[in-house]
């Protein structure tokens, strides 16, 4: 693995890194309380079903067994309902089950040996219904309801051109809909129009830290110690759904162990306050790893780009039409499919774009937030459908991206923010990197290009931030921005530890208390570099304000002839230790600054989402292919990554926040998807996943960073925690077709499909046919 090497980005150590090294880090699995209890969970063996009856009387007569829970005792909490926008999700099942792996019924024991037996005691009778396990099945002819009325919730506001549509038709719990310019003249002015449909498999976020929650409860409050990555928005959800004011609700959030979006909104931490309120005792929850399969998962989507073209390349109009499949329940189906929809015109120029985006609900497990956030659906889908216009149109794909890209400063749509990322200068870079058109094309060997496109900081997105500074200069930073492995607390210290000329030595991340810490919107979108290190920065700047007023009182000068340097303060040759300054003044004491900070993104109704997006995050991706034409096995031969931080605080971290995404990214390309073969998954198991191993991993693996400073973060700062995730599967799709001229519309790209690639290519080719 290859990472090349800037020379503008530092490289501070990370501020958790030797608790890190030495397992001194505690995550939420490591928590306990004296007297705390065990929950375990019953879930439906049975995809789409009315519940008769719960019989739980063995279970509960069971020694050790404090309480068992059904849909029946949930229903009397004020708002038993959890989603994003829409809200359908109940904490149990109440009345139905809607996929294999709902949870029908919960036990609380002094231990999870008894827990788990009891269990196997709940004896439940099921009237079973038709199950519709394909978005096909789904929006069939006489198809069942999976809910039969109107869920609670509302559907996410949009702004100009866009339309947000909550359970439009059966099945289809939200559609978004987006149209700029004259899409029917537009693709009648073309010389080619092509329609192509590609297939996007479903996958599991397969973190390792588990699904865990830590509650108490009393009559009059909640608190919880979860794995949770948007502590604020959990504890407004906790607090409507339990009736109780937001400060009697307490989150705590440690350090994550992984979640890629698994860990995002609401999941179990609901039912854990539940049984801790009924046995006024913490409760415990952790799920395995069999039951997080059952949880969550990545979006399988269906899209169909009609795309219009002219003779000489230009990029006319495209007219998408796009199914996700949101699974039993809403989770982020709402905004996911927002964000698909949205960016399927990736980084180009259009005359017209229309697009229907749909969520379509299944009797399968929820699909919700993971890293790329819709954004890999649609670069997979576009990515590919321009490679393949430029192989039709005999146009070299490098150079027929190039001709129709945005420029830096472009708006990306009408009302929205203009690219702030020059995305020709990336491709350019890739396309060196990976060799492109530098050797003779060899059959069975190919390059493929790929550039994705995602949006982030989120829409409206706030965070406030607060800094404490002791009269030692010793920096506390209290912000809501989660730790889940890619030291956003070292990347928040740089930027105060820099304003106030402070080594990384003397700053600490405070832990996670909305008690105690400023809210933000959550630790998402790639949000935290470009927005919580705004408010950072503001919070810094205000500490060293005060800090120069307070020295220039002392020195009865104005405070623009002073320098805060290493903990002095400098007036022109003089040198003034601050500490003693401080504690001449305060005492032995001494005294702390604490300074505040906010960021908000605008909303504005005139940007098709209701806000400007924030800041863009390109992914620039490259791989060369073998492919064997006897077995359609296909070996990455070199993968080359990059992305674009604006200013990379830390350097190393951005290369392991890029490489790890695009493995992630190079799993799904080729081995992953969760199976359905019939009404339960086939392989919801660690065991049976498959995922890559070190022996699958490309021969040669290049990363690299630009640093463009266009970003609207400190120092021209941005994210791109996902932004990896983005550009891989259509670039190695792209580089099979240009190794052996058959096309894989479907993910992964195994074997049996790039055979059957191949025999529809050999078909084709037959006379008459």
């Known amino acids: 693995m290859k990472s090349i090497r800037e020379p503008t980005g530092i490289a501070p150590e990370r501020i958790d890194g030797r608790q890190k090294v030495l397992g001194e880090v505690r995550f939420t699995t490591d928590f306990s309380w004296p007297g705390m209890t065990h929950a375990k969970i019953l879930r439906s063996p049975v995809p789409h079903a009315r519940i008769r009856s719960i019989d739980a009387s063995r279970a509960r007569a069971l020694r050790g067994v404090l309480a068992v829970v059904t849909g029946a005792d949930i229903a009397t909490m004020p708002d038993p309902f959890y989603g994003v926008g829409i809200r359908d999700q109940p904490v149990l099942a109440i009345d139905k089950v809607r996929y294999v792996g709902d949870m029908v019924a919960a036990v609380v024991a002094e231990d999870e040996a008894t827990a788990f037996r009891a269990l196997e005691l709940i004896e439940?009778?099921?009237?079973?219904?038709?199950?519709?396990?394909?978005?096909?099945?789904?929006?069939?002819?006489?198809?069942?309801?999976?809910?039969?009325?109107?869920?609670?919730?509302?559907?996410?506001?949009?702004?100009?051109?866009?339309?947000?549509?909550?359970?439009?038709?059966?099945?289809?719990?939200?559609?978004?809909?987006?149209?700029?310019?004259?899409?029917?003249?537009?693709?009648?002015?073309?010389?080619?129009?092509?329609?192509?449909?590609?297939?996007?498999?479903?996958?599991?976020?397969?973190?390792?830290?588990?699904?865990v929650n830590v509650a108490r409860a009393d009559a009059d409050s909640i608190e919880i110690w979860s794995c949770n990555q948007d502590p604020f928005i959990l504890r407004n959800d906790l607090s409507r759904m339990f009736g109780f004011p937001l400060h009697n609700v307490r989150i705590h959030t440690a350090m994550i162990g992984g979640g890629f979006g698994a860990k995002s909104y609401c999941k179990m931490e609901p039912l854990v306050v539940f049984l801790a309120r009924q046995v006024r005792r913490p409760v415990r929850l952790c799920l395995t790893m069999d039951e997080a399969f059952l949880t969550l998962s990545k979006h399988a989507a269906i899209l169909t780009l009609k795309t219009a073209v002219t003779a000489d390349g230009r990029l006319i109009a495209r007219e998408a039409d796009i199914k996700l499949d949101g699974g039993a329940y809403s989770d982020a189906s709402v905004s996911t499919t927002i964000k698909t929809g949205y960016r399927i015109p990736g980084p180009y120029k259009w005359v017209a774009v229309s697009t229907i985006a749909s969520a379509v609900r299944t009797n399968t497990v929820p699909g919700g937030s993971f890293r790329g956030f819709g954004g890999t659906q649609a670069s997979f889908a576009s990515e590919s459908?321009?490679?393949?216009?430029?192989?039709?149109?005999?146009?070299?794909?490098?150079?027929?991206?190039?001709?129709?890209?945005?420029?830096?400063?472009?708006?990306?749509?009408?009302?929205?923010?203009?690219?702030?990322?020059?995305?020709?200068?990336?491709?350019?870079?890739?396309?060196?990197?990976?060799?492109?058109?530098?050797?003779?094309?060899?059959?069975?060997?190919g390059i493929g290009l790929s550039v994705g496109l995602k949006d982030g900081g989120g829409t409206g997105n706030q965070a406030l931030a607060e800094i404490k500074v002791s009269d030692a200069g010793e920096i506390m930073i209290r912000a809501a921005a989660v730790e889940i492995g890619q030291g956003v607390g070292t990347v928040?210290?740089?930027?105060?530890?820099?304003?106030?000329?402070?080594?990384?030595?003397?700053?600490?991340?405070?832990?996670?208390d909305t008690d105690h810490t400023p809210l933000d919107t959550g630790t998402h979108v790639s949000f935290a570099t470009a927005v919580t290190g705004r408010a950072i920065e503001q919070a810094a700047i205000d500490v060293r304000n005060q800090i120069l007023e307070f020295a220039a009182e002392r020195l009865d000068c104005d405070h623009a002839e002073l320098v805060l340097s290493d903990w002095n303060i400098l007036r022109g040759n003089e040198s003034f230790p601050l500490q003693k300054m401080l504690r001449d003044y305060y005492g032995p004491v001494g005294t702390e600054f604490i300074g505040r900070g906010r960021m908000k993104i605008a909303y504005d109704a005139a940007a098709p989402l209701g806000s400007q997006n924030y800041f863009w995050m390109p992914c620039w991706s490259a791989a060369e292919v073998n492919v064997d034409e006897e077995t359609g096995k296909v070996t990455v031969l070199k993968l080359v990554v990059g992305a674009d931080a604006g200013r990379a605080f830390n350097l190393p971290a951005c290369h392991g926040q890029l490489e790890g995404a695009a493995l992630q990214a190079f799993g799904q390309s080729l081995f992953e998807e969760l199976i359905y073969d019939g009404p339960a998954p086939a392989n919801a198991d660690p065991m049976t996943y498959r995922v890559p191993l070190v022996t699958d991993l490309p021969g040669q693996f290049e990363s690299f960073i630009e640093e463009q400073g266009m970003g609207p973060g400190p120092g021209g700062a941005k994210g791109l925690g996902e932004a990896g995730m983005l550009g891989i599967a259509a670039a190695i799709a792209n580089a099979v077709e240009d190794a052996v001229g058959a096309r894989v519309l479907q993910l992964p790209i195994t074997p049996e499909r790039v055979m059957a690639a191949l025999t529809a290519q050999q078909t084709a080719a037959q006379p008459g046919s």
């Open 492 to 512: 928040l210290g740089t930027i105060a530890a820099e304003i106030l000329d402070r080594p990384m030595t003397a700053v600490r991340y405070g832990e996670i």
């Open 124 to 211: 439940v009778e099921y009237a079973e219904l038709p199950a519709l396990m394909t978005i096909a099945d789904a929006l069939s002819e006489g198809a069942p309801d999976i809910f039969e009325g109107p869920s609670p919730g509302e559907a996410l506001p949009v702004g100009a051109g866009a339309q947000s549509l909550k359970e439009p038709s059966r099945n289809v719990l939200y559609e978004f809909r987006y149209a700029r310019g004259d899409l029917e003249s537009a693709m009648r002015y073309a010389d080619h129009v092509f329609t192509d449909t590609f297939t996007f498999s479903r996958i599991h976020h397969y973190h390792l830290e588990p699904y």
């Open 385 to 445: 459908q321009i490679d393949m216009i430029a192989r039709r149109l005999s146009l070299d794909p490098l150079e027929f991206r190039r001709n129709n890209m945005l420029a830096p400063g472009e708006p990306y749509a009408p009302g929205d923010s203009a690219l702030d990322s020059d995305f020709k200068a990336g491709l350019s870079r890739v396309a060196h990197l990976i060799g492109y058109g530098a050797s003779p094309k060899k059959r069975g060997r």
